[in-house]
């Protein structure tokens, strides 16, 4: 036998590309996730030739460390199959690895199959190509162990390059400890491959072919070429492709910003901007003593246009009311829409005349007949007045009073103005009767969860519920939240109530789960009070715990402004709950900071887009592009979104086309109570039932 010793340099020579060509194939299939077809396919070629050339360099640089007594020589034809072998069974196996999201065991094997036999085919036929006659001595044993090697080499590795393949917290650092196994198991594939030949010392060799000196000069200059373009194109693109994410999120902040200070359908300012012109405008007045006025103004049946000709026609004639309004003013004042037909006018330095004419002229020009998509439409205008100092000294006794002037005109018959006075505070639900009354609401057994369903856009079954408080008062029957929370906030009785949210959450959770809908997901809103308790965790995991239910099946839901108050804290708490696995979504998004590089660093697993990007989505609208890049920077950050509000086919449309997951809102079902979900699925399950639940009443949606 000849005696065979190992270069170290170039046995370590060997192992870094086998570690390069690995990171590169690793890294390439990250990339196919993230790219369109036409890159994907790029990336899929170019990563399975790169694992195939660094597996056949790595064999051929482990081959020219073996030193021998003579001079070796490769056959060309042979060395270039084996070249060749590589390239196809590493391009073959990647594509089918990382082709779709769930790599099934049947694709594994598949792929492990051919990656193996290529790799054990190039590295048998790359031992052929040595130029001898009967030369070599196998030993089968050590044969066969390189082949079993071989299989969970290639296994591991194409299992490794289908589970990093997304980018996420960490990825290039495992990314790299995966290149370094797959590199230890290629390696030890050869070794093991090589350490099975024995060579004999009478064997016939054979001159011509290239000489090891040519070889080595060969499969250097090749591998060397072509690790470092593709190391080179791979840092370009993730250049790019962070510049381009860096860009995009700075357009959304800036949509974004200027989303939360003016109103989307109108232009005009929203209630954040109108309330700094306010504040700004207080303090002036209080330095010189110049009187304002607050005007409150709401469109009389307005819904029953929204009814009769659809919300599109509404918002038309929204447009048009505010185009109207604008014309009468002048530009020192400031006109806003607080949302859906009310509208608010800061009018500076003025008095009572002056506002006096200037309300009439409002209302008049409001009286006049719209003309809108064919239709001839009819609305009135009803306005509060309050003046500062007379009617208050702050922005909220002043916003009061304005709106109970306005009140005040509603319940006269609507379509005129009013100056607040002392004697129009006699509102409905004001005073100590409605305190006392929510007060002993929770101990008298009066709060209910109604449940409003959650779908999947693609197969439009219920995959969860969102809860949501309802009060049953004795006489004036089902309370919606806008009408009591405020007060709960405001006299602490949210934390209790809130802990009676979370318990009874669970425990509905564990009545489905023993009626057999263990599958189904649930989900509450936490307030800030709430959130901000120190006990707030625990809560969480020992209701969980008392009802039998798995974490993963309760999710909450809390606003961006919220989650962002006391950021630090914040990330805190929901890593803790995430380690058990309760779901964080954050709620409301869009309404707002909306800052999406602050929002990244929280760890939430699910974007709920707030209802008035919904409502005010058109196929012309700017609101169309906000969405989209949101749905897809979230699902960059590897969230979840959901959709709320949805009201019309329209919208499901289009929030589905733009790759929104899950939908929520009036087409599809109202919050409704426990009990009557039943009926809710045999509807849905009735063979004779519509795409979608027929959509609900005015008065449906009230109860909603």
């Known amino acids: 036998m000849l005696y065979v010793s190992w270069d170290p340099v170039l046995v370590g020579i060997s192992f870094l590309v086998a570690f390069i060509a690995s990171f590169v194939a690793l890294d390439s299939a990250a990339k196919i996730a993230a790219s369109n077809k036409k890159t994907a396919l790029f990336w899929r070629i170019a990563g399975g030739a790169t694992l195939g050339i660094g597996i056949w360099s790595m064999h051929f640089i482990g081959m020219l460390a073996m030193k021998m007594p003579m001079m070796m020589h490769y056959d060309l034809g042979i060395t270039a199959f084996s070249l060749l072998v590589a390239i196809v069974a590493a391009t073959l196996s990647i594509n089918i690895a990382v082709n779709g999201n769930v790599l099934s065991l049947k694709r594994l094997c598949v792929a492990t199959l051919i990656l193996s036999s290529g790799v054990v085919v190039m590295h048998y036929v790359g031992m052929a190509a040595l130029m001898m006659n009967d030369a070599i001595d196998w030993n089968y044993g050590l044969v066969a162990l390189s082949v079993i090697i071989a299989i969970v080499a290639s296994g591991v590795g194409l299992w490794l390059a289908f589970s990093l393949r997304l980018n996420g917290k960490g990825a290039l650092i495992n990314r790299m400890v995966a290149a370094v196994v797959m590199g230890i198991a290629i390696a030890a594939m050869h070794y093991t491959g090589m350490s099975a030949a024995e060579f004999v010392d009478h064997a016939h060799y054979m001159n011509g072919g290239v000489s090891e000196l040519g070889l080595s000069i060969w499969v250097s200059a090749v591998t060397l070429t072509i690790l470092g373009v593709m190391l080179i194109i791979s840092m370009v693109d993730s250049q790019l492709r962070t510049n381009r994410l860096t860009e995009n999120l700075q357009q959304l902040n800036q949509q974004l910003e200027q989303q939360a200070r003016f109103d989307g359908l109108t232009g005009l300012a929203n209630r954040s901007q109108i309330d700094l012109r306010l504040e700004d405008c207080l303090q002036q007045s209080q ?65 009572q005349g002056d506002v006096e004419d200037l309300a009439t002229r409002l209302v008049e020009c409001i009286r006049r007949p719209f003309f809108e998509a064919g239709q001839i439409l009819q609305v009135s205008l009803s306005a509060g007045i309050s003046l500062y100092p007379e009617h208050g000294k702050s922005l909220q006794e002043l916003k009061l009073r304005a709106d109970t002037a306005m009140y005040n005109i509603k319940q006269q018959g609507r379509n005129g103005w009013a100056i607040y006075h002392a004697d129009m505070m006699q509102k409905t639900w004001e005073g100590a009767e409605f305190l006392q009354d929510l007060t002993q609401a929770l101990e008298r057994d009066q709060f209910e969860l109604w449940y409003q369903p959650k779908y999947h856009a693609a197969s439009k079954s219920i995959y969860g519920f969102e809860a ?122 869009g309404t707002g900071y909306s800052n999406m590089l602050t929002l990244k660093n929280l760890p939430a697993r699910e974007l709920k887009i707030d209802k008035s990007f919904v409502r005010d989505i058109r196929d012309n609208s700017k609101n169309v592009k906000i969405v989209s890049t949101i749905i897809d920077i979230a699902h960059s950050m590897n969230m979840n979104v959901v959709a709320e509000g949805i009201e019309t086919q329209d919208q499901q449309q289009l929030l589905t086309s733009l790759g929104c997951g899950y939908l929520q809102g009036f087409l599809f079902a109202k919050a409704l109570p426990a009990k009557e979900i039943p009926q809710l699925l045999a509807t849905l399950q009735s063979p004779k039932k519509l795409s979608v639940p027929p959509q609900p009443t005015a008065i449906q949606k009230k109860q909603a």
């Open 287 to 351: 330095l010189t003593l110049t009187p304002f006025a607050l005007i409150f103004m709401d469109l009389d049946r307005f819904k029953l246009v929204n009814d009769a000709w659809g919300h599109h026609v509404g918002d038309h004639l929204l447009v048009s009311v505010a185009n109207r309004i604008s014309a009468c003013l002048t530009p020192k004042m400031t006109l806003a829409r607080l949302g859906g037909d009310e509208f608010i006018l800061l009018v500076p330095d003025t008095n």
């Open 468 to 589: 949501l408080l309802r009060w049953r008062h004795p006489t004036k029957g089902i309370l919606l939240p806008e009408v009591f929370l405020a007060t709960l906030e405001n006299t602490g009785l949210m934390v209790p109530v809130g802990y009676w949210v979370i318990d009874q959450a669970c425990l509905q959770l564990r009545q489905w789960a023993d009626e057999g809908h263990q599958d189904w997901g649930l989900s509450i809103n936490l307030s800030a009070t709430q959130f901000e308790q120190y006990d707030i965790y625990d809560t969480l995991c020992g209701a969980l715990s008392r009802h039998a239910v798995p974490p993963s099946r309760l999710t909450i839901e809390l606003t961006e402004s919220t989650a962002l108050r006391n950021l630090e804290r914040s990330i805190g708490i929901l890593n803790d709950l995430n380690r058990v696995g309760i779901t964080v979504s954050i709620d409301d998004f």
